[in-house]
């Protein structure tokens, strides 16, 4: 299994967060794994990006063209990142956001209300957990959603960790999201 995954949206939205914590947690199930942060000038309010590779054999390039699996979570990354999804792939994307939807026919669509989820459990800066939470519905095999839950007190900060019960909560809604 190798998973090759793009995570965009504007900075502050936890983008390069949704990567870093993926990868932590894959790493504890002792996969091999890639992530390339990149975000522009601004950073918050910004774009932002990560390439996140997870695989069960050694990672031959991090370096992301066709990607298995795009998380848009705003219309300028949508319009960036959806002719790069290889034919087959897997696209989700914010619908909170974004009003004009993907139109490619050749890749499976995942229309997800990622920042309303967030906003449901008192904060807009969820949506990159809600992300990460249809994701392990999407893609199974990818990681496990209690190797997530734990990897979130390793990348959260210090001062941040009170808001990990929400972050649970909002990753569980992603994933109930899935499942209606």
């Not at 996969?31 to 522009?40: E, N, T």
């Not at 390439?51 to 050694?58: K, N, T």
């Not at 900060?157 to 019960?165: D, G, I, Q, T, Y």
Request: hydrophobic fraction near 45%; charged fraction near 20%.
């Amino acid at each position: 299994m190798t998973e090759e995954i793009i995570i965009a949206g504007f900075g502050g939205q936890g983008v390069l967060l949704a990567g870093k914590l993926l990868c932590v947690a894959a790493m504890r199930e002792g996969k091999y794994v890639s992530h390339i942060p990149s975000y522009g000038a601004e950073m918050r309010g910004g774009t932002a990006n990560c390439s996140v590779v997870i695989s069960d054999e050694d990672i031959a390039s991090p370096v992301i063209e066709h990607p298995s699996v795009v998380i848009a979570l705003n219309g300028p990354s949508l319009a960036k990142f959806e002719s790069r999804v290889r034919p087959g792939g897997l696209l989700i994307w914010n619908s909170s956001l974004i009003t004009d939807p993907p139109t490619r026919k050749d890749i499976k669509k995942i229309e997800l209300n990622a920042t309303d989820l967030s906003l449901a459990q008192g904060t807009e800066r969820g949506a990159n957990m809600a992300a990460v939470g249809a994701l392990l519905i999407l893609k199974p095999g990818i990681v496990s959603r209690s190797a997530v839950e734990t990897a979130l007190n390793e990348v959260i900060s210090a001062r941040n960790l009170k808001f990990n019960p929400v972050n649970i909560r909002i990753l569980h809604a992603g994933s109930e999201a899935m499942r209606a």
